[in-house]
């Protein structure tokens, strides 16, 4: 009868040793977990402490470095649903002329307000950029490049960066004083650098249906996100 007890209480003990290492394992996992969890859960109160209400860090992340304010122009494209936006991003080149598609229509024909309303967009494969206003020459290539119009708004100096597929608009102003004017129906376009110098120039086929045009004096708009004299 003691050998029988010794030998149950020894069964108890390794019974009990046993169930205090499963407990022991089973408390560890759960710790590893729920550290798991505070870390993430840190993580991403750190994240949003940086990135201000997380929005706005997803507008950066998104931006490849452009600022804050030019994340959030790129979203508002006048409208268009093109990427779009004021600040140069990070890493992007100039838009060259053989990369982007040059539309032009005539717009309220022999009207006041007629004008020429011209749309790049960006064919290529990376951002660009365009500032200021276009060189424009009506009908004869050799003819003098239009001046900028006198009643634009200010902030032409700026880079608008132009994502794959997004697009830009400016205007020619048309002024028909019935005598001496003259007629075409293309004109050639090229895109100014940073330094205000105009690079090759590419020639434009008005569309519509009334692609000629007439004028006895005409000037320029800044490129700008949304359309010009939308109305």
Known sequence: MRTSRIRTAALAAVTAALALGLTACGGADGSSKAAGGDNAAAGAQSQSAAGGDGKD??????????????????????????A????TTAGAQQCRGDEMLLTAVHRF??????????????????????????????????????????????????????????????????????????????????????????????????QGDKPQFSWNEADVLNWNTTKPYNF
């Not at 779009?84 to 600040?87: D, E, F, L, S, V």
């Not at 003819?143 to 900028?148: K, N, R, V, Y």
Request: hydrophobic share 25%.
């Open 57 to 82: 860090g997803a507008e950066q992340a998104n931006s490849g470095g452009a600022t804050k304010e030019g994340a959030r122009s790129t979203t508002a494209s006048g409208g268009t649903g093109e």
């Open 84 to 87: 779009t936006g004021k600040g």
């Open 109 to 206: 024909a022999g009207q006041q307000g007629d004008h020429l309303l011209v749309t790049a967009s960006n064919k290529g494969t990376k951002p660009c950029w365009v500032t200021s206003y276009p060189t424009v020459k009506l009908g004869d290539v050799d003819s003098a490049a239009l001046p900028h119009s006198k009643k634009d708004n200010t902030g032409g100096s700026k880079h608008l960066t132009l994502q794959p597929g997004g697009k830009v608009y400016t205007a020619v102003n048309l002024f028909d004083y019935g005598s001496k004017n003259h007629t075409a129906q293309s004109f050639a376009l090229a895109l100014r650098g940073a330094d205000g110098q105009g690079g090759p120039s590419y020639s434009v086929d008005l």
